[in-house]
């Protein structure tokens, strides 16, 4: 069956514009994670979802950084006001059940901040 | 800060040898898993061992989780040159959500 898939793969911006990037988890999927990831680095966590609700969205950065996912299914990472820092690979990942599950990872999303 | 470790943080080897990379982790947790990266974005996970377990295999993988002293260990026998990947552990902290990834081992596999 189809994996996970983000859109889009690449994605480049100017310093101040808004982002977002979508994440489409596997059907049935309940759990959905946000990682954002520097090169040399091991993925960073962002925030969780299960279902519909962020049940855990303390790994996000600052006010400017938002998810969402008001179906359950697709979900919606967005950003104001990006910053050169902000440059990273950001990964969705997506589980059959509760955060002790296999994570199943999409090829992620490269965010270039001119 | 990141709950996992890994050492060593790039490891060379020649085909057909073992490899062996270990994590550490801080807080205690529910389970551990194993990821690999290539070059590239996607993880692919490995295998996942439960804080009540302390060795499992799946193939040419091995891997033993130590939880008195919260470290886990990544065996991969007779490697390939296909083995050549970044490889992470990550924990899910016992109570909650989050999963931690360390920092990665880079292996190298020599043909």
């Known amino acids: 069956g189809a994996g996970v898939s983000q859109t889009p793969s690449n994605k480049v911006t100017e310093k101040g514009k808004y982002v977002e990037l979508r994440c489409d988890p596997i059907?049935?999927?309940?759990?959905l994670y946000w990682y954002r990831q520097s090169l040399g680095q091991g993925p960073e966590f962002l925030i969780y979802?299960?279902?519909?609700?962020?049940?855990?969205d303390s790994g996000l950065p600052n006010d400017r950084f938002f998810a969402v996912r008001p179906e359950g299914s697709v979900s919606t990472l967005k950003i104001q006001r990006t910053e050169r820092g902000d440059s990273a690979v950001y990964l969705c990942?997506?589980?059959?059940?509760?955060?002790?599950?296999?994570?199943?990872f999409g090829p992620g999303t490269r965010l270039t901040v001119l | 800060s990141q709950q996992g470790e890994e050492d060593p943080q790039a490891l060379s080897i020649q085909e057909g040898e073992n490899a062996t990379m270990n994590c550490s982790y801080k807080?205690?947790?529910?389970?551990l898993q194993w990821y690999r990266q290539n070059s590239g974005r996607g993880l692919v996970h490995l295998i996942l061992?439960?804080?009540?377990?302390r060795e499992k295999h799946s193939g040419r993988l091995r891997v033993t989780l130590d939880t008195s002293k919260k470290s886990s260990s990544l065996l991969i026998t007779a490697s390939r040159a296909a083995d050549t990947a970044s490889y992470f552990c990550?924990?899910?902290?016992?109570?909650?959500?989050?999963?931690?990834f360390g920092a990665g081992t880079r292996l190298f596999v020599k043909a």
């Open positions: 990942a997506s589980s059959p059940g509760s955060g002790t599950d296999t994570q199943y």
């Open positions: 059907s049935g999927h309940t759990a």
């Open positions: 979802f299960q279902g519909t609700g962020a049940a855990d």
């Open positions: 807080t205690s947790i529910n389970n």
């Open positions: 061992i439960r804080s009540n377990e």
């Open positions: 990550a924990t899910d902290a016992a109570g909650g959500f989050k999963t931690i």
